[in-house]
């Protein structure tokens, strides 16, 4: 299966963690990344997203709105193993039968532990607030996935951005 990795874009302040909104900075990277992505895609002949996952957490609903305005999953839904505190090894192929392309947004620093874990992988440079990395996963254990993309920062597809 592919899986897509997804941070959240950048996000302000807010009374609780849980509420906190992206800011119109993380609005705008995430949607440069979604479109490179979703070029990258079209260019691979990769078969559509089924599925969009994503934290219950606000920043990650919102990310996951914008992912899915562009790439238009199949089915999209929030997940609990997603939020803060996700550990990789609570992952299972068989909870995604069915499914050959999946993006899951969620969290720092699972999404770098998880991609380091199925990889095999720790050089991987941490993903950055809207950055992504695909996978070609056999299973959900150390060293079960290959690296098919890893775009850590969408600042440079923004306007002149820096990393």
Request: aromatic letters at 6%; one cysteine or more; proline letters at 6%.
């Amino acid at each position: 299966m592919r899986l897509t990795l997804w941070r959240h874009g950048e996000a302000g302040s807010a009374m609780t963690d849980d509420a906190r909104a992206l800011t119109a900075r993380g609005r705008e990277e995430v949607v440069a990344m979604v479109g490179d992505y979703a070029a990258w895609v079209s260019a691979s002949a990769a078969e559509s997203v089924s599925l969009l996952l994503y934290s219950p957490y606000r920043r990650t609903r919102e990310t996951a709105a914008l992912v899915a305005d562009l790439l238009q999953p199949q089915t999209k839904r929030a997940d609990p193993l997603l939020a803060p505190g996700a550990q990789p090894h609570l992952f299972s192929e068989q909870d995604y039968e069915g499914h050959r392309h999946i993006v899951m947004v969620s969290h720092q620093p699972f999404l770098s532990q998880a991609i380091a874990f199925w990889t095999d992988d720790v050089t991987l440079a941490s993903l950055a607030p809207g950055g992504c990395s695909t996978l070609e996963v056999t299973c959900f254990a150390r060293g079960g996935a290959t690296v098919l993309r890893h775009c850590a920062d969408p600042r440079p597809l923004v306007g002149g951005g820096q990393i």
